[in-house]
């Protein structure tokens, strides 16, 4: 059978800005439809937006966003659309369209710089995050573990990478049924935002709840990228099945092979939520 294989690549950039008093950051994206690999019928398209004017609805992404530490919690009051009302949390509704003419299952990823990530050691916990993402929403409700599957018994899909001397700590998630084609997945991720303890001392950034960190990455541009693949439904039970036969296991779509690091989940509370990675 041959295999109909379609990529596309999102890199999202957050470019440390120092100022007197405050910590910022300027968000903007660089979409790479080029980083695309097809075969037949099968395409896809990353899609990313953000909330609209009065917060019932969603429009294209604009671009560029500053970022500070979050005032109030990610997790508490939503506006109609379902996204926080948290200050400085930065909207990036991430979905993956199928543009093609076949069903396909669909696989996304997303990376984030390990100096700022908690990480996968025998003591994570996401909320000693700096850098945060939130699941998806849908209603009431995250598309964690519902529409987009982010273990496999029981672990998560996780392993690390370095790109351009940078190293990443790498999620990745599967949609729950083949996406027909003309549909849209439901929210992938749907926000980032800095952790409220970040701050700046003596010219540096400074989380002080890991005095010994090195954030230097934080003065200049961090990249957030995001990364989603599909393979043809037909002749494939899952999307794990599909993506195996596809790309292989350890399959790295930035380049090199994976580093396999599944984690075993030790405590639900741990990943639950909207706080993800």
Known sequence: MKKKITALCLCVALLAVAVVGASLAYFTDNAQADNTFTAGSVKIQLIEQQSNADHTGFVPYDGEKVLMPIVGSAQGEKYPNGQPMAKNYIDKVVTIENTGNSAAWIRAYYAVPSALDDGFGESFNAGMNILHGNFGNNGDKTTYENEWKWKNNGKWQYFETVMDGVSY????ADYYQPLEAGKTTEQFICGVYLDKNVDMKDGKYIDPRHPDADLSILEGTVH???????????????AAAAMDAAFGA????????????????????????????
């Open 169 to 172: 700590n790498v999620y990745f």
């Open 224 to 238: 957030y990228p995001v990364f989603a693949v599909a393979v043809q439904a037909d002749g494939f039970d899952s």
């Open 250 to 277: 350890n399959y790295n779509p930035w380049g090199t092979p994976a580093t396999d690091k599944q984690c075993q989940i030790r405590d639900s509370k741990q990943r639950t939520g909207s706080s993800s990675c």
